[in-house]
């Protein structure tokens, strides 16, 4: 019944060259914009414990990407904003940010609450200068594009040369990928594409840039956002309702929604490529 929908997924192929993994396109692209456009975020708890929480993960984000750029006075395009957490996030380091967003009801949450500049739209009809950037986020959003190859091609202009596109997907390539197989969470109806570290360093080559940094991470959440992503991901797992089931008297003694679960799997990573200095 919505777009952004966990354990659904189409038929998965591997191109038996290079390994990449897509899913069978269902909708016309106009049908996928459409949804993307009309896709909602804040009408489920998990929506509003984003916006509380999110900052906390991207402030660790923050932190890989001092290991490749001086993010100081940075001019920042972040791609796939959604309520604009992050940027709210970057601007201790630079108020020249601004992030484009096809969710309108997320973008204009971003405006509303954060006061940010952001552009409704998808990477190929953004209104966006060519060699402006210093620095492109892309937070767990290059695995829904239709078209990655494309899209990375048209952000590599929006760079300056010697600027960065930061990207952060899950490795599709891991052992936990592996093991879980079909019921891996990451398989999910709006993930047109899965990488691993090696594909993506492929696509970001085969669109002109070059790869800098790559680091492996883990991702924490609060106990009750994990109480309420675990029925996102597996609504109708048996186990999953009574671990849910003994956690939700926790959730009522004060402080312990907050206390902060790390998963010890590192399942996800940040890559950092670069446009070339000519």
Not at 146 to 172: A, S
Request: hydrophobic letters at 40%; glycine letters at 6%; charged letters at 25%.
């Amino acid at each position: 019944d919505r777009f952004s929908q966990y354990s659904l997924y189409g038929d998965l192929y591997k191109c038996k060259s290079c390994g990449l993994i897509t899913q069978k396109l269902e909708h016309t692209v106009d049908e996928i914009l459409t949804l993307l456009k009309d896709e909602k975020y804040l009408d489920e708890a998990i929506g509003g414990l984003n916006i509380e929480e999110k900052g906390a993960q991207f402030r660790k984000l923050i932190t890989l990407m001092k290991r490749t750029r001086v993010l100081e006075g940075a001019r920042l395009l972040d791609v796939g904003t959604n309520t604009g957490v992050f940027l709210q996030e970057f601007k201790s380091y630079s108020e020249n940010v601004q992030g484009i967003e096809p969710s309108e009801e997320a973008a204009t949450t971003a405006r509303e609450l954060f006061g940010h500049k952001i552009e409704n739209t998808v990477i190929a009809e953004a209104n966006l200068d060519d060699g402006k950037f210093d620095i492109i986020t892309m937070w767990d959003v290059i695995e829904h594009l239709y078209d990655p190859r494309n899209d990375l091609e048209t952000l590599y202009r929006k760079l300056k040369q010697g600027g960065v596109i930061f990207i952060t997907t899950h490795d599709v390539s891991d052992w936990f990928a592996k093991i879980m197989g079909s019921h891996y969470p990451n398989y999910m109806y709006q993930h047109f594409f899965h990488f691993s570290h090696k594909t993506l360093t492929m696509i970001l080559e085969m669109a002109g840039f070059h790869v800098v940094n790559l680091i492996r991470f883990g991702k924490s959440w609060s106990l009750g956002y994990f109480h309420e992503m675990l029925f996102k991901i597996w609504p109708e797992g048996k186990l999953i309702l009574v671990v849910r089931m003994l956690i939700k008297p926790l959730l009522r003694i004060p402080g312990v929604p907050q206390l902060q679960i790390t998963i010890p799997i590192r399942n996800f990573f940040i890559i950092a490529a670069e446009r070339p200095t000519e």
